[in-house]
């Protein structure tokens, strides 16, 4: 099977998928923000529902391994930084860290870039009118390119490897010859992508059509709101 490049989306027919973004951005930052201020005992408890989240989710956890490597060993520092203050300390920030990261790949596997574009574009557009759609055109190319950046780093590399190159024997001739060679792929694939943009007409003039809201929004509403109200007490 190929390997699916993190913070990637599969678009599918899901509960997740089909909610507003600018909900799951909410949940997202709701989350993230309760988690760090919560005790090791909610950490646990967030932590583990966010794993149910992306269990239900079917994230392909075997596919992303090698994008989540450097989050893992990311954690295992602050395991480390942590252990002064006790093993569970240590543990819950860990896994606090790896939470936000998972629920940041579920956030990204169920929601486009362009989908995230448009809501954030019609949402500050009655504030900022035009500068609206540019801003929302900044953030689609941006979460686009995360995965580009990651997929072309990965091929190069691997390029690299199959013609014997090794970054022990000559680091700094490694290092420049993969940052030549993913900016000229990044370059190529950000202009295809504004003439793409171009060939369809776009303009920052005309507001974009965003997800329309459902039950489904109001539900995940109810669960923020639960989750708030609990850290809150318990803490």
């Known amino acids: 099977m190929e390997d699916v490049v993190i913070f990637s989306t599969r678009m599918r027919d899901s509960f997740l998928c089909k909610l507003n973004p600018l909900i799951k951005l909410l949940f997202l930052i709701v989350f993230s923000a309760s988690i760090s ?6 950490i646990f408890i967030l ?7 992306a269990f239900f989710d079917k994230l ?9 490597i450097f989050f893992f060993i990311l954690s295992i520092l602050i395991f480390i930084t942590e252990l002064s203050f006790g093993y569970i300390h240590a543990t819950a920030q860990a896994i606090k860290f790896l939470a936000i990261v998972l629920a940041s ?3 990204t596997d169920t929601t486009s870039p362009n989908e995230a574009a448009r809501s954030i574009a019609a ?5 900022l009118k035009d500068k609206a759609n540019s801003f929302g055109f900044i953030i689609e190319l941006t979460l686009s390119m995360i995965p580009k950046i990651l997929e072309t780093s990965i091929k190069i590399l691997d390029a690299r490897k199959c013609r014997g190159e090794r970054m022990i024997k000559h680091p700094i001739r490694m290092l420049t010859g993969f940052s030549v060679s993913l900016f000229i792929h990044l370059f190529d694939q950000i202009s295809s992508y504004a003439d793409g943009l171009e060939s369809r007409l776009y303009t920052n003039t005309v507001k974009r059509k965003a997800k329309a809201y459902s039950y489904r929004d109001l539900i995940t509403i109810i669960i923020l709101l639960l989750v708030v109200g609990i850290s809150i007490w318990i803490k």
Do not use: D, M, R
């Not at 949402?123 to 504030?127: D, E, G, M, N």
């Open 37 to 42: 201020i919560a005790s090791n005992e909610v």
């Open 47 to 53: 932590s583990f529902s966010v794993s149910l989240l």
């Open 105 to 107: 790949l579920v956030f």
């Open 60 to 68: 392909p956890f075997k596919e992303l391994y090698k994008g989540t």
């Open 123 to 127: 949402f500050l557009y009655p504030i």
